[in-house]
């Protein structure tokens, strides 16, 4: 069974400040794809940055950025200089193929952005 | 031009009846799902097809039945609702069935059975 665990049900950060968000997975495939989405109060679901595990290089899009460490299977979010506009949940998933290319979700993390 | 449009974005409705849920996406992609998300934000997979065949049908009641016309469209059809299917229902595509794929998501479905 795969399982992606975020231990962090809430977190909070001042604006302009750097946070980290924790992930933690379980697969015993070797290929695999890690997936941050953000889930503001609109509900929509958007994808933040994405990582494949066969490239050790951390994926970066802006201010995002991914700490992958794959033989811990661990995949936690950066995000540098925090704005208010990145209150949301944030979602961990994971992708191979034995999930049917489906999505599986950690449970997320709420983040609270103070001025 | 949005890329993936889910129609109603809210329905609201009585236990027992019948209802559907549209999906459409303009992205041109292969492959679509449907996930449900719970009272506690916990998102999980319902379905998925490719090029409108049946590729994932996860343990989910035989109440839904995820209808694809076409490879643009993935209607989500739920007869007999109970209280507990009260949820958002996402729908999403990605270019084509593969775990490397992107997926994009529809606004959400918000669903109230009362």
């Known amino acids: 069974a795969q399982t992606v665990t975020q231990s962090q049900p809430e977190m909070s950060v001042q604006e302009a400040e750097t946070v980290t968000l924790s992930c933690t997975y379980d697969?015993?495939?070797?290929?695999?794809?890690l997936f941050w989405y953000k889930q503001p109060p609109s509900r929509q679901m958007i994808l933040v940055i994405r990582?494949?595990?066969?490239?050790?290089q951390n994926a970066t899009e802006n201010r995002f950025s991914v700490n992958f460490q794959k033989a811990a299977k661990s995949f936690s979010l950066k995000i540098s200089d925090s704005q208010l506009g990145d209150a949301a949940m944030y979602f961990c998933?994971?992708?191979?193929?034995?999930?049917?290319?489906?999505?599986?979700f950690g449970k997320g993390t709420s983040l609270l952005v103070t001025p | 031009d949005t890329a993936v449009s889910q129609t109603p974005k809210y329905l609201v409705t009585q236990m027992g009846n019948d209802k559907s849920i549209k999906c459409e996406q303009n992205?041109?992609?292969?492959?679509m799902y449907w996930y449900k998300q719970d009272s506690k934000k916990f998102l999980k997979i319902m379905f998925s097809?490719?090029?409108?065949?049946?590729?994932i049908n996860e343990t989910v009641p035989n109440r839904f039945s995820p209808k694809s016309p076409d490879k643009a469209h993935l209607n989500l059809h739920i007869n007999s609702l109970e209280l507990g299917d009260s949820a958002v229902y996402f729908c999403?595509?990605?270019?084509?069935?593969?775990?490397?794929?992107?997926?994009?998501f529809g606004p959400g479905t918000r669903l109230l059975v009362l």
């Open positions: 998933a994971l992708s191979n193929s034995n999930s049917g290319y489906a999505l599986n």
């Open positions: 097809y490719n090029n409108k065949e049946l590729i």
């Open positions: 697969t015993s495939e070797s290929d695999y794809y």
């Open positions: 990582q494949e595990a066969y490239k050790q």
């Open positions: 999403a595509s990605s270019r084509l069935a593969g775990y490397q794929e992107t997926q994009y």
């Open positions: 992205l041109g992609h292969d492959t």
